[in-house]
C-alpha cells in the first residue's frame, strides 16, 4: 500500500568527507566551494520545512481518545487474570498522526493534528480502562507488568483511518483482530475480527475525532464482552 503524507515536508542534506589538506590557499578553496555548495539546498530546506523547524509555524493539535464505560449491570465476574499484549499493527498506523484514506490504496495523514501516543499504544490504554470499566474483571494489566495470567489477549490493529473515497464528510473506520491464547499452554482458545464504522458529523478535524471516538468505543465494548464470554468458556479453577 502506497503511504503519503499530505504535510510531510522532506529536507535533504549532504555529508562531505575531508581529505588530507595539501596547502592552506587549497584547503580553504575547498571549504568556501562546500560552504558555497551547501548554502542553498540548506536556505531552500529551512523554507520548505519550516513547519518542522523548533520553534517554527504552529503547534500541533493533539487529540486523545475514551474507553468505554457504559455496560450493562448484572454481568457475571471472572476470577482469571487477563494480561494484554501490546497491540501490532501495520507502520502506516503506528504512529501519532490521524489516518485518512481519499484512495483505496492510499494512506495520508491530517496536517497539524495528532494523537497523545502512538495508535497502537493509545488503543492498549483505553482496552486496559475498559476491562476496569466493566466491573467484571479486576486482575486485568499489561504483559509488561509481569502479571502471572491465566489468558493473553493479542491484538493487531487491521483499520483506523478516515475514509473520504466514500463521500465527505468522511466515515471513520475502526478494526481489529483479536486471539485469546489460554495459559500456560498457550493454546489460542478464540480468534475474531471487530469492526466499526461512523460517519462524521462534518468534514473537520473536530468531527473526524469524535467518529473516531465513537467507532472505537463500539469495538471496544464488543472486545470486553467476547473476551470475558469466551474466556469463560474455557476457564477451568484450578
Not at 490521524?98 to 491530517?110: K, T
Not at 476491562?131 to 491484538?155: A, M, P, Q, Y
Amino acid at each position: 500500500m502506497k503511504q503519503r503524507s499530505r504535510d510531510i515536508s522532506q529536507s535533504h542534506g549532504g555529508r562531505s568527507q575531508g581529505g588530507q589538506s595539501r596547502g592552506p590557499s587549497r584547503a580553504c578553496s575547498r571549504r568556501a566551494l562546500l560552504e558555497r555548495g551547501l548554502a542553498l539546498p540548506l536556505a531552500l530546506a529551512a523554507t520548505a520545512c519550516g513547519g518542522i523547524i523548533p520553534g517554527r509555524g504552529p503547534p500541533v493539535d493533539l487529540y486523545r481518545l475514551t474507553p468505554k464505560s457504559s455496560f450493562e449491570t448484572g454481568q457475571p465476574k471472572v476470577d482469571w487474570q487477563l494480561v494484554l499484549e501490546a497491540p501490532t499493527s501495520a507502520a502506516s498506523l503506528n504512529t501519532t498522526r490521524i489516518a485518512l484514506q481519499r484512495d483505496p490504496m492510499q494512506i495520508e495523514y491530517y496536517a497539524r493534528a495528532g494523537w497523545e501516543d502512538r495508535a497502537p499504544a493509545m488503543l492498549q490504554t483505553l482496552m486496559l480502562e475498559s476491562f476496569e470499566n466493566s466491573g467484571r474483571i479486576v486482575s486485568v494489566g499489561r504483559e509488561n507488568l509481569g502479571l502471572r495470567s491465566d489468558f493473553v489477549l493479542k491484538t493487531d490493529l487491521r483499520e483506523f483511518q478516515a475514509i473520504y473515497y466514500e463521500g465527505i464528510p468522511p466515515s471513520v473506520l475502526v478494526a481489529i483482530n483479536l486471539k485469546l491464547v489460554q495459559m500456560p499452554r498457550r493454546e489460542i482458545v478464540g480468534s475474531i475480527l471487530l469492526s466499526h464504522k461512523v460517519k462524521a458529523q462534518a468534514d473537520s478535524i473536530a468531527a473526524v475525532v469524535e467518529a473516531y471516538d465513537l467507532a472505537l468505543g463500539k469495538v471496544l465494548k464488543k472486545t470486553v464482552l467476547w473476551t470475558l464470554d469466551t474466556g469463560a468458556q474455557f476457564w477451568i479453577d484450578a
